[in-house]
C-alpha cells in the first residue's frame, strides 16, 4: 500500500513537473517566435543604416577629393602668379638700378640740369605705364585661371 501511494505520489510529481517544463518550454518558444519576428526587421535597419553610412562616406571622400583638386589648382595659379610677380619685381629692380638719377645730377652743371630730369621724368613715365600694363596683364591672366577652373 505503501509502494502504491508512494507510486502515485511520484506520479503526480512527474504530471506536475512536466506541466512547469511544457509551460517554461512553451514561454520559451513565444520569446524565440519574438526574436524571429523581430530579427529580420532589425537587420532590415542595419542594412539600410549600412547603405547610408557607405553613401554618407562616399559622398564624403568626393568632397575631400574635389577640395583637395581645387586646392591644388590654386596652388598652381598662386604659383604663376608669384612667379610673374618675381619677374617684375627683378625687373623692377634692373631699371631702378639702371637709373642713376644722382650720376645724372652731379654729372650736369645747374644750367642744364632741366634737360636731364626731363629725360629721366619721361623714363620713369614710361616704366610706370609698362608696370601698369603688366600688372594689368597680370589680373586678366589670373582672372581667366579662375574662370577656366
Not at 512527474?14 to 530579427?39: D, G, M, P, R, S
Not at 650736369?108 to 609698362?130: D, F, G, H
Amino acid at each position: 500500500m505503501w509502494a502504491e501511494l508512494s507510486l502515485v505520489v511520484i506520479a503526480i510529481a512527474f504530471v506536475f513537473l512536466v506541466y512547469y517544463v511544457i509551460q517554461t518550454l512553451k514561454t520559451a518558444q513565444a520569446t524565440l517566435n519574438q526574436w524571429n519576428e523581430t530579427l529580420p526587421r532589425i537587420e532590415q535597419k542595419v542594412d539600410q543604416l549600412v547603405q547610408e553610412t557607405t553613401n554618407t562616406l562616399q559622398e564624403a571622400n568626393q568632397v575631400i577629393l574635389q577640395a583637395q583638386e581645387q586646392s591644388k589648382s590654386v596652388t598652381e595659379m598662386l604659383n604663376k602668379v608669384n612667379t610673374k610677380l618675381d619677374s617684375v619685381s627683378a625687373s623692377f629692380k634692373a631699371k631702378r638700378q639702371a637709373l642713376p638719377i644722382d650720376a645724372a645730377l652731379q654729372a650736369t652743371s645747374k644750367s642744364n640740369l632741366l634737360i636731364p630730369v626731363a629725360q629721366m621724368l619721361a623714363k620713369v613715365w614710361r616704366e610706370r605705364r609698362q608696370k601698369k600694363r603688366i600688372a594689368q596683364r597680370i589680373n586678366e591672366a589670373t582672372k581667366e585661371e579662375i574662370k577656366h577652373e
